[in-house]
């Protein structure tokens, strides 16, 4: 069955930077675009940006440009989210999740299970 | 850009109630070329991430059951539960896909 499974929880003091991994199985991966999704503590949804799992091309959104980077490893099947220079306000939980019926639409019916990032000195 | 606007911010209904939550698109999200509405809802509970019961503003995913449906079409859009049963207490939120994907800022729902 179709699995994203996300690596664990992080630490991080302000300055540092984080790699979150998203490891899929179940379908072919590079055949839907994967995006990234970001759940403040106690706040909504914001969608971060997305990666062509093909091409590799990323694109991100406008609010998220600059301190993110996606990447993948299509060899294990996985996309990676990095942020760098962590702020107080990046702490959060962020997910993967991917439409995998189309990579015309972005809406998403299948999501890992969320990795939760906090910043703190 | 276009904002999401859900609407009310929580709502608490008896079980076995309706539940009703809007959402408000600032720009229409219907593309004539295809004759849809790019509108998904979601239901998320506590420590889960999202789970997807509506796309395209009325087409309900396998699986989730027929208390759940939704209508509206251009900017205006609404998602009822018919008797709300305890699993469904969450949050709810829309999400257009017309542009980049948008989400509105969620409704809470609880049991009276």
């Known amino acids: 069955q179709v699995q994203l499974v996300q690596s664990g929880s992080e630490l991080k003091k302000p300055g540092a930077s984080v790699k979150i991994s998203c490891k899929t199985s179940?379908?072919?991966?590079?055949?839907?675009?994967m995006s990234w999704v970001r759940q403040a503590p106690g706040q909504g949804l914001e969608w971060m940006g997305w990666i062509n799992t093909d091409t590799g091309n990323p694109t991100y959104a406008q609010g998220f440009r600059g301190r993110l980077v996606f990447t993948l490893d299509a060899s294990v099947n996985t996309a990676y989210l990095q942020i760098s220079s962590l702020k107080a306000d990046d702490s959060a939980v962020y997910y993967c999740?991917?439409?995998?019926?189309?990579?015309?639409?972005?809406?998403?019916?299948?999501w890992g299970q969320g990795t939760l990032v906090t910043v703190s000195s | 850009d276009i904002v999401m606007t859900q609407s009310p911010d929580s709502l608490a209904v008896s079980l076995g109630e309706r539940a009703t939550i809007n959402c408000k698109s600032s720009?229409?999200?219907?593309?004539?070329?295809?004759?849809?509405?790019?509108l998904a809802w979601y239901q998320q509970k506590p420590g889960q991430p999202p789970k997807l019961l509506i796309s395209?503003?009325?087409t309900r995913e396998s699986g989730v059951p027929d208390r759940f449906s939704a209508s509206g079409s251009g900017t205006d859009f609404t998602l009822t539960i018919s008797s709300l049963q305890a699993e469904d207490v969450a949050v709810y939120y829309c999400q257009q896909y017309y542009t980049f994907p948008l989400f509105g800022g969620g409704t809470k729902v609880e049991i009276k």
């Open positions: 395209w503003a009325s």
């Open positions: 720009q229409s999200v219907f593309h004539s070329s295809n004759n849809k509405n790019y």
């Open positions: 999740a991917s439409l995998l019926r189309s990579s015309n639409y972005y809406y998403f019916d299948y």
């Open positions: 179940g379908y072919t991966f590079t055949s839907y675009a």
